[in-house]
């Protein structure tokens, strides 16, 4: 790899001296480091990008500030579009999600993929429940499929984008089964839910924080993970996979990434920063708090899973009719 | 009983020292970037929230949700004295609030704001006190048709709003619900009206488009007609900087009016305190006896929307704490601090934290009278800056209106559309077209939209399905009613006579 070998003059010399850490050493951030986030205050990726920062700077690994910049518009676009404007700089990061990989392929105005710019670190993946209200007749996934059979497109499933996981998802599950139901797009996670409680729809798919107060309340039932095993807050809820289903479980992804052409030794800096930061105890209770997994990835995984990604969520959207302008 | 009680329980929680302290400074902060156009209170509270964390949650929640109160107070504070509204709010403030000020009622305007704004806001309080678990099922019984029968009747008081001609409000409203589809489409992912520019994809922002055509607008109008000379008299004496009872009676209905419409439509989360405030207005205006001063400084036209604004907070809290729903982007963040702190709002907030769910209902009072006592002694002082000099008070506001465009998302295209739609805001003044009917397109028209295609895709395409349900039947019959009385020529020929003869 390019990196690797602008990186390995310096390298042997460390090794010579028995001290990786060295290499990064030679890279401290002089001025306030900002994170990118594509959405707006008190939106998720914001928490999480404060969430980060608190640990990081809870546990002194970082030297300077930190600070949010929220580069909301056009889904990842705006933001994307920031993060690369910082090219060759060391002192801008982004928080990417799954849009950042399907805003491009769709959208001729998003010029900026995530693998043109340095996709540092996978951070969490999100696990989602399928979700329906109390009082609906459909006890497990397999009843609502069957009655999305019986009468093609008269149920409803209430979402964000139609580029979102949860769409993509009905997408795979109506291929595998050859069930036909609608997907409603509301702006807002609110309004999402309020049409579910409300009975207008049928079924969404909501995150674990989100879902455990209704679930408690005797509002919503659960009646699948989208996860690779059993959730610990939902244990008697199957996984798709148990559930009969064999479609792939996609994951929501949140992840850190860096300007095109970052140096090397910044990029090894940070990937380090981040790890210290997921290994802390505030953070792996801050993920079993809110019902997500850990995932940290080194810079090389993470740009190898994103590359992967992004022709899996391709061939998704495609067939499931969407017109992709660019892989 | 359970309510006093709790109630009682509640006003000890926030009658403590240190509450009461967090009250202050919520509201006081609240105020302030209220006031500023651009700085809203969603990135207040987001940027304030890591702050709270180590406090007690009930200081804490009063202290964020002062921010969110506050900021309603705050907002008509520049829209009455610049006509630049900071939120879309407060776009309604401008018609009749702005013509007050150019009238020398500033201070009376700035009055009236205050008062409404604390008699709505308490109003909404006492009922989101009273009535919060029924009225909940009432919001949730609100599905896509209704939505949209709710948008199409406040589209339809463009009526209200047109002035002289009706065909140049019409084409007004048209151009903003043009302005309104520009962007990726959340159905499809398609981009529409973008002409390939990448910051077109994320849509129009309020703010940009409403200080354009009115506050710059109306500069570029002013700096025209210099040779006429028109400055605003500020009179003198503390007496005429307050409203006068003539001013404060005229209002007592749309005190109540604006508290009601706007506590009904805050519950439910698909609609926004925007469509509150026009539905107030044009409830005020319809109902009123004197039609014509509407749009030219009738004190009721800037009490009702101003009241429904606030209200509005009270009833957006109800769907957030019975629910667990937040309706917009402000309660959005309220609802993920109070998940930081560990207390889940929900039907069961109310009896697990007591203290939380109380302590913030009865602060809400006391806040609201924090409000007051902070606002008007500010009238006289506020009142007082419309007598410096053009030369000194528009590049002020320039700056103001640049910031607050840049501040959106820290791009200088937003700036570039600023001063874009200051031209066409120009433009239409000198053609004789209103620009309230614009903002109603652009403001109402995204929600329409997208509340008709839902309504089609879960009725499968059929389109009687939005008559079928009593409340969006009666919505549509209703807007029906107000766009096709001015269209009977007698009523129309009337309609203009009355309003030529108030202008």
Redo the contacts between chains.
């Keep these: 790899m390019k990196l690797s070998s602008l990186f390995a003059p310096a390298l042997a010399v460390a090794v010579g001296l028995a001290a990786i850490p060295a290499a990064q050493a030679q890279f401290v951030p002089n001025r306030p480091l900002e994170i990118a986030v594509h959405a707006g205050p008190g939106s998720g990726n914001d928490v999480f990008a404060r969430a980060l920062i608190s640990v990081i700077e809870a546990n002194n690994l970082s030297p300077v500030r930190i600070q949010v910049a929220n580069k909301p518009g056009g889904g990842s676009t705006t933001a994307a579009a920031y993060v690369a404007s910082k090219a060759g700089t060391s002192n801008t990061l982004g928080v990417f999600t799954n849009i950042w990989i399907t805003d491009p392929l769709v959208s001729a105005e998003a010029t900026n993929p995530l693998s043109s710019m340095t996709p540092l670190a996978l951070v969490i993946r999100e696990p989602g429940l399928i979700a329906v209200k109390a009082d609906s007749p459909y006890q497990t996934l397999g009843d609502f499929i069957e009655a999305a059979k019986a009468e093609p497109g008269k149920l409803s499933q209430s979402g964000g984008s139609v580029l979102a996981r949860e769409n993509v998802l009905r997408q795979l599950i109506m291929m595998e089964t050859g069930a036909d139901w609608q997907f409603i797009s509301f702006p807002s996670g609110g309004e999402r839910l309020a049409a579910l409680l409300g009975g207008h729809v049928d079924l969404m798919i909501v995150e674990p924080g989100e879902a455990a107060e209704q679930v408690r309340s005797g509002a919503m039932r659960v009646i699948a993970a989208v996860s690779e095993e059993r959730l610990p807050t939902f244990p008697d809820v199957p996984t798709l996979t148990e559930a009969g289903l064999n479609v792939p479980n996609l994951p929501q992804i949140r992840g850190i990434v860096a300007p095109p052409g970052m140096p090397a030794e910044a990029v090894a800096y940070y990937s380090d920063m981040i790890r210290q930061a997921t290994e802390s105890q505030q953070w792996q209770d801050y993920v079993s708090e809110n019902g997500f997994e850990a995932a940290f990835t080194t810079p090389e995984e993470t740009s190898a899973f994103v590359a992967e990604y992004t022709e899996q969520l391709a061939g998704i959207l495609e067939a499931a009719g969407l017109e992709i302008v660019k892989r | 009983m359970d309510i006093l009680y709790g109630l009682g329980h509640g006003f000890g929680v926030a009658l403590q020292p240190q509450n009461i302290v967090w009250c202050f400074l919520g509201c006081f902060l609240g105020t302030v970037v209220g006031i500023l156009p651009g700085l809203g209170p969603?990135?207040t509270?987001?940027?304030l929230?890591?702050l709270t964390l180590n406090m007690d949650p009930a200081g804490g929640i009063i202290m964020l949700a002062g921010i969110y109160y506050g900021a309603k107070y705050g907002g008509s504070t520049t829209s009455i004295l610049l006509n630049m509204p900071g939120e879309s709010s407060s776009v309604v403030s401008c018609i009749d609030g702005y013509q007050m000020a150019l009238k020398g009622r500033a201070g009376a305007a700035l009055g009236i704001a205050a008062i409404s704004s604390f008699i709505a806001g308490t109003v909404g309080i006492v009922l989101l006190t009273l009535v919060a678990p029924a009225v909940a099922r009432f919001?949730?019984?609100?599905?896509?048709p209704e939505y949209f029968a709710l948008m199409v009747f406040g589209l339809s008081l463009v009526v209200l709003l047109s002035g002289a001609s009706l065909l140049k409000g019409l084409l007004a409203l048209l151009v903003g619900l043009w302005l309104s589809t520009v962007?990726?489409d959340?159905?499809?992912?398609q981009?529409r009206f973008?002409f390939?520019?990448?910051?077109?994809?994320?849509?129009l922002d309020f703010v940009v488009i409403a200080i354009g055509v009115f506050a710059i607008a109306e500069i570029m109008t002013t700096i025209q007609n210099r040779a006429e000379g028109r400055l605003i008299p500020v009179p003198k004496g503390f007496r005429n900087l307050l409203p006068s009872w003539e001013e404060l009676k005229a209002s007592r209905f749309a005190f109540v009016n604006g508290s009601i419409t706007g506590f009904v439509i805050g519950v439910l989360?698909?609609a926004g305190s925007a469509i509150a405030s026009f539905i107030a207005y044009g409830i005020e205006k319809a109902v009123s006896k004197r039609k014509e001063m509407f749009g030219h400084g009738a004190p009721e036209g800037l009490a009702a929307p101003e009241g429904a604004n606030n209200a509005d907070t009270g009833g957006a809290l109800v769907?957030l704490l019975t629910?667990?729903?937040?309706?917009?982007?402000?309660?959005?963040?309220l609802l993920?601090a109070l998940?930081?702190w560990g207390v889940?709002?929900?039907?069961?907030m109310i009896t697990e934290s007591p203290d939380i769910f109380w302590g913030l209902v009865a602060s809400m009072y006391v806040g609201n009278v924090v409000l007051l006592l902070l606002n008007l002694p500010l009238v006289p002082a506020f009142a007082q800056l419309l007598r410096v000099p053009k030369w000194v008070l528009f590049p002020v506001i320039f700056g103001l209106a640049i910031i607050g465009a840049y501040s959106v998302?820290?791009?200088i295209f937003d700036v570039e559309l600023l001063a874009a739609f200051g031209l066409l805001g120009f433009l239409m003044a000198k053609l004789g077209f209103p620009s309230a009917p614009l903002i109603l397109g652009f403001v109402l028209g995204d929600a329409m939209e997208?509340a008709l295609r839902?309504s089609l895709?879960?009725s499968?395409g059929d389109i009687t399905s939005l008559f079928q349900r009593p409340i969006s039947l009666t919505l549509l019959i209703g807007a029906a009613i107000i766009l096709i009385l001015p269209m009977v020529g007698f009523i129309n020929r009337f309609r203009v006579r009355a309003i030529s003869e108030g202008a």
């Design positions: 969603a990135a509270i987001a940027i929230m890591p919001a949730l019984s609100f599905s896509s962007g990726i959340l159905f499809t992912a981009s973008t390939g520019r990448p910051e077109l994809l994320g849509g989360p698909g769907p629910l667990g729903i937040p309706g917009g982007g402000t309660t959005a963040i993920s998940i930081l889940r709002p929900g039907p069961l998302s820290g791009r997208r839902q895709m879960m499968q």
